[in-house]
């Protein structure tokens, strides 16, 4: 994830690109005129760049993605909730140099489809899941080990859970502990549980909804946001600023932040993590303000099979923060999964 309170997504309305082709029609702060690709009929490049974005449809909708590395085991990066394939920019071409590397923009995020809330799709992990299992399927074309950031990561692991034949091992970036679940709610003194279910409906069913989403997606606001996530602030750029931003633009965008503020049900982490079969890493930056280390160490550590390791010195979205740390420990962690003797089972 990038922000609690943050982006959406840019839709792409290009209904007749094929699945898989390089969408270099536009333009956006992180898909340069210059990394325009040739292509064959075969839809596959021949010639890109690691921001690159390309197209592939999912239920009718355009699923926006991109991809680096030829050959190796397939990695797919799962962004959070605000973000995009943007918030791997620094990792996609590193993982991509021995492994095939994929990013993709969630339904309702970056430049994929928004459709309308309930009226056309639920913005739920269980439908999430379906699509990364989907992609797995269809694009990757064999299982992959999933990397995920902050809700990505409950994503992962419910795709790991429902789907554990195309997941071959997760990896979570400071999961969210979804605190404002209604279970978790539930056991919150008495001015959350009433409060926050008056604000999330305030927010769904009033104007003031549109309003304060207009008031969040602001240069301004967002830096603030991000100044809180990031422990150090000298990682929250123009750039990154511009890569949340620019969804948010879109006119559906507030539709899927409101639809997602307002979702309190579905999978908690304290439900998938006793299911997971795969091999799994958790790693989690020290100065995450919003999750803090301390509850997410207790939570994995009553499951000895998943590893919990602590990124120092970093906050809530630590590949984008200090990606040269994260890209060594992810690099470390899928070499020895790769190079670990099968279990019989």
């Not at 210059?34 to 596959?44: A, E, G, P, S």
């Not at 969630?106 to 430049?111: I, P, R, S, V």
């Not at 299982?143 to 790991?160: E, H, K, R, W, Y």
């Amino acid at each position: 994830m990038i922000l609690c309170p943050t982006t959406a997504s840019i839709t792409m309305s290009l209904t007749t690109i094929p699945r898989d082709w390089p969408c270099f029609l536009g333009r956006s702060p992180y898909n340069h005129p210059q990394t325009l690709t040739h292509y064959d009929y075969t839809m596959t490049a021949i010639t890109a760049a690691p921001n690159t974005n390309y197209q592939w449809r999912w239920r009718g909708f355009p699923i926006n993605y991109r991809r680096w590395g030829e050959q190796g085991t397939p990695i797919l990066l799962i962004h959070g909730f605000g973000a995009s394939v943007g918030h791997w920019r620094k990792n996609l071409p590193i993982l991509g140099a021995s492994h095939r590397c994929y990013a993709i923009d969630l339904l309702g995020f970056g430049q994929s489809a928004k459709p309308t809330p309930k009226l056309e799709a639920d913005y739920t992990f269980e439908t999430w899941s379906a699509q990364v299992q989907a992609f797995c399927e269809e694009v990757i074309g064999e299982p992959a080990f999933l990397i995920g950031n902050s809700i990505g990561c409950i994503v992962a692991m419910q795709t790991a859970v429902s789907s554990p034949d195309w997941v071959k091992g997760v990896v979570a970036l400071n999961f969210s502990l979804r605190l404002l679940h209604e279970r978790n709610l539930a056991k919150s003194p008495v001015y959350q549980r009433w409060g926050v279910p008056l604000f999330q409906k305030i927010l769904t069913k009033t104007p003031l909804g549109q309003f304060f989403f207009r008031q969040i997606a602001q240069p301004k606001a967002i830096r603030n946001v991000l100044s809180q996530a990031y422990h150090d602030t000298t990682a929250v750029t123009d750039e990154l600023i511009d890569i949340l931003l620019t969804p948010a633009k879109d006119s559906g965008a507030a539709a899927v932040f409101l639809a997602f503020t307002s979702y309190s049900q579905g999978p908690l982490p304290d439900d998938l993590l006793p299911k997971m079969l795969c091999p799994t890493v958790v790693m989690w930056g020290t100065e995450d303000p919003w999750e803090p280390i301390a509850l997410g160490r207790a939570m994995v550590e009553q499951y000895p099979d998943i590893e919990f390791v602590s990124l120092a010195g970093v906050g809530h979205c630590p590949q984008d923060e200090n990606p040269d740390l994260v890209n060594v420990q992810l690099l470390a962690w899928l070499g020895r999964q790769l190079t670990a003797p099968a279990t019989e089972g």
